[in-house]
């Protein structure tokens, strides 16, 4: 599985790429479960899109039905809830990915929201698919550090220097947690730095994965919409996102 971005795709899309492309380097998968950000949040518990199929440009991709049941069988913790992926992006910017890549693969969407049992929600997804010999993946969504007057957090103040902080010591603590596979330190970390919008996705991917038998991360790329962007239009450093790309084998 991995970590994966959700911002725009000119700003984040070719660092998400890059975790699917290391999939598909591996194995074909017949389904993607995708833990997503929860940015509007309506309760604290996580919740499954649990049938039917969703559809984008590309076409449409169904939903894993069965393994949903099965997930759900196997806790409290996680509720069918189509609705409450209605206003959310994290999930649905990742389909095209696996349209194109993995045309025969199903999607199983769960928001996870940043509480202290989102490892847990990994974990018992992690059970379903080990019960039932399901052939999966386990991706969670996550940007990372929003820094900047523009998100009203500049505790280094504003230029390129407070930026680089954002980047290279603000990110660095949340990514050092993945890559070594500590989800359950995740949600206590992003909630103290401000450096992870999705981290109970995040916790559950880590979880889940280490849960199917992952022993460790590797971080295949690190960057910030700042340092994209400027490439492209050259604007005063004032505000950045952060985005990483993660891999678990």
């Known amino acids: 599985g991995g970590i994966v971005p959700h911002a725009g795709w000119v700003c984040s ?20 479960v995708i833990f997503g950000a929860v940015h509007y949040l309506g309760g604290d518990q996580a919740t499954i899109f649990p049938a039917g199929a969703w559809r984008t440009p590309l076409g449409e ?49 769960i928001g996870v929201p940043p509480s202290d049992d989102a490892a847990e929600v990994g974990r018992a997804v992690a059970r379903a698919i080990r019960t039932y010999s399901v052939d999966a993946v386990c991706i969670g969504s996550t940007d990372l550090t929003h820094y900047g007057p523009s998100y009203g957090y500049v505790p280094k103040g504003i230029g390129e220097s407070a930026l680089r902080w954002a980047m290279e010591v603000n990110d660095r603590r949340i990514l050092d947690l993945i890559v070594a596979l500590r989800a359950e330190q995740i949600v206590a970390e992003a909630r103290e730095s401000h450096n992870a919008c999705g981290a109970g996705a ?33 604007e005063p450093p004032r505000d950045a996102v952060g985005y990483a790309a993660v891999v678990f084998g």
């Not at 899309?13 to 993607?32: E, M, N, S, Y």
């Not at 069918?80 to 992006?89: I, L, T, W």
Request: with cysteine.
């Open 13 to 32: 899309g070719a660092v998400a790429a890059k975790v699917f492309a290391a999939i598909r380097l591996r194995r074909k998968p017949a389904t993607f």
């Open 202 to 234: 995040t916790a559950a991917a880590v979880a889940a994965c280490s849960e199917l038998g992952a022993s460790r991360g590797i971080l295949l790329e690190h960057t910030n919409s700042y340092q994209v962007l400027r490439r492209i239009s050259p």
């Open 61 to 109: 991709v169904r939903v894993d039905e069965q393994l949903a049941r099965w997930v759900l069988s196997m806790t409290g913790l996680i509720i069918e809830d189509p609705y409450a992926h209605e206003r959310e992006h994290s999930i649905e910017v990742q389909v095209p990915f696996i349209q194109h890549l993995f045309p025969e693969a199903s999607i199983l969407p």
